[in-house]
């Protein structure tokens, strides 16, 4: 039984890290499809002739 108040303990210890490193990794891999999402649709623009930025 005090094996699982350790584990317990641990868990507790470290779950504001694990659920901070997975908000940073799932934002992350937000922001990297947001990017290629903006960017492909900007380089379709610019090869169909239409420049957005001058």
Not at 10 to 19: D, R, V
Not at 25 to 52: E, Q
């Amino acid at each position: 039984m005090n094996t699982v108040d350790d584990l317990r303990g641990t868990l507790e210890k470290h779950a504001p890290l694990l659920l901070g490193l997975l908000v940073v990794l799932l934002s992350a891999r937000a922001l990297k499809k947001m990017f290629w999402t903006v960017f492909g649709m900007y380089m379709a623009l610019h090869y169909s002739g239409i420049h957005p930025f001058g």
